[in-house]
């Protein structure tokens, strides 16, 4: 996998999840999960990172964002009655802590994570593609750099019949894993209305 240059500052809310190298998650759907959309967190190399469980009944669509041992860490819940697609990370105290919300585009798509950094730096993360085939970027708009590059992996013939989604995610050092792996999870949420 490709590695991406480090970041010239930290971005992110949960230190425990900066990354300290570039590193690539793979992020595999549970179609068949009993829970909703499911997801399990890997490195490349197996190592696992995160769980995400979804709830079926909620109508915000609530995923649960995990560390390895079931604590939580903060849900991912859509937002009713806007105009743009809005999805947000809220942290076990019910306090907002990321918005990812959409853009309207006449090619691929673009949607918009903003939070408050550790620093209390107001975040604006861009990310950008084509959804629909196979890649995009997640870039940091106050200074361009790469912040993290999402691939659909080719999947088999098994992952498409029962529609299930993997994703490599390729994180910059110096980003926040949680948050990137939150910005994936919402914008395939975001797709998977499309269709």
């Not at 013939?157 to 949680?178: E, N, P, R, S, V």
Request: include cysteine.
């Amino acid at each position: 996998m490709a590695q991406l240059p480090p970041l010239s500052r930290d971005i992110g809310i949960f230190p425990p999840y900066i990354a300290q190298q570039s590193e690539t998650l793979v992020l595999k759907e549970h179609v068949l999960s009993l829970s909703g959309d499911s997801f399990s967190i890997k490195t490349t190399d197996g190592r696992a990172i995160f769980q995400v469980k979804g709830e079926v009944m909620s109508l915000s669509g609530r995923k649960h964002l995990m560390d390895m041992s079931g604590s939580p860490i903060f849900d991912i819940r859509k937002e009713h009655l806007t105009l743009h697609t809005t999805y947000y990370g809220e942290d076990p105290s019910g306090n907002k802590i990321l918005e990812v919300k959409s853009k309207f585009a006449l090619l691929g798509s673009t949607a918009y994570g903003t939070f408050t950094s550790l620093s209390g730096k107001a975040e604006k993360l861009e990310m950008k593609g084509d959804w629909l085939s196979t890649s995009g970027q997640i870039v940091d708009t106050s200074t361009g750099e790469v912040v993290a590059t999402i691939d659909r992996k080719l999947l088999s013939g098994k992952d498409i019949f029962f529609g299930q989604q993997t994703y490599a995610l390729t994180i910059a050092k110096g980003a926040d894993m949680a948050l990137m792996v939150a910005m994936c999870i919402a914008l395939d949420e975001k797709n998977e209305k499309k269709k």
